[in-house]
């Protein structure tokens, strides 16, 4: 591209802006993406639509390609790379918490078998918000992980998330060993991940279902009694 093609993304009136962040997170552009997303905050906007409308908006058309075999994993690593990189700038944001005590701990973790951490981490960010004490513990968690995670950290709520449909049943095994160990009765376990639902949480006996981040800090609020 010359010299004289080059976007200027502060010359962009909204609109514009947020339609090429999102071509950009497609291109796997990371320092647009994040220039896109400082613009947007200086204008005033705010975090949690900038996530919506720019980046997460971004990722589903990205994740439509890649069902469609227009995009491959590589090009979708770089995506996420550049999704991530944004978020990192609405991250302090988002976790910043307006309740000075703690509202309790949450245990997240991707289950074994599944990589996908974007919305987790969203989940998160979001759950800092709330006041919550955050143990992350990362991707592709078997259920030892949660079983020590658990005895360490004695979290008040165990969150699981699942991407695939191949690695949600596992949240299954999880549910069933932690009965088994009869810890199931007195910690709530929340799921999510974009192909469950309430019905498949039901069927796992998990406690909640998330079904995005915003909705499972609420959730999660009403869990430990501090939604009131
Ligand atoms: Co993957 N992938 N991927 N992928 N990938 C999906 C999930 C897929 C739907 C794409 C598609 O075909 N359209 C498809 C799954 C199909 C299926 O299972 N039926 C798929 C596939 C097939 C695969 C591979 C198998 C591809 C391959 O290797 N051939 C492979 C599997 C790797 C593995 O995990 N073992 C794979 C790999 C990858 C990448 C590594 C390239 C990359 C992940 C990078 C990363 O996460 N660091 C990737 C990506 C980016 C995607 C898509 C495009 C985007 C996912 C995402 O980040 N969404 C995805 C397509 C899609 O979902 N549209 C796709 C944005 C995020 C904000 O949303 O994660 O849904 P989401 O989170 C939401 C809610 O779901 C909820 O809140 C979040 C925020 O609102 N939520 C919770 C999530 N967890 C929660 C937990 C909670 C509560 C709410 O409580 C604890």
């Not at 320092?31 to 900038?50: H, M, Q, S, T």
């Not at 309740?99 to 996908?116: C, E, L, N, R």
């Not at 918000?129 to 008040?156: M, S």
Request: with cysteine; glycine share 10%.
């Amino acid at each position: 591209m010359s010299d004289e093609d080059e976007i200027i993304l502060k010359d962009l009136n909204d609109a514009d802006l947020v339609d090429q962040m999102k071509d950009d997170l497609y291109d796997g552009l990371a320092d647009e993406v994040f220039e896109g997303v400082e613009i947007l905050l200086e204008r005033g906007w705010d975090a949690n639509l900038v996530l919506s409308d720019a980046l997460v908006e971004g990722m589903r058309i990205v994740g439509v390609d890649f069902r469609d075999g227009i995009l491959f994993v590589p090009e979708v690593l770089q995506c996420a790379g550049a999704m991530k990189k944004g978020m990192g700038l609405l991250r302090p944001i988002l976790a910043q918490s307006s309740t000075k005590s703690s509202t309790g701990k949450f245990v997240i973790g991707t289950v074994k078998g599944d990589i996908h951490d974007i919305g987790k981490n969203l989940v998160g960010m979001m759950l800092e918000g709330a006041g919550f004490e955050v143990i992350d513990l990362g991707i592709n968690n078997p259920v030892e992980n949660y079983l020590e995670a658990i005895d360490k950290h004695r979290p008040n709520v165990l969150g699981m998330s699942a991407l695939l449909t191949t690695t949600m049943p596992y949240m299954g095994v999880v549910i069933e060993e932690l009965d088994k160990r009869g810890i199931l009765k007195e910690l709530p376990v929340m799921v999510g991940g974009a192909p469950l639902n309430q019905e498949f949480a039901d069927a796992i006996n998990a406690t909640s279902y998330g079904r995005d981040a915003a909705m499972s800090a609420e959730l999660a609020k009403t869990l430990v009694g501090k939604n009131m």
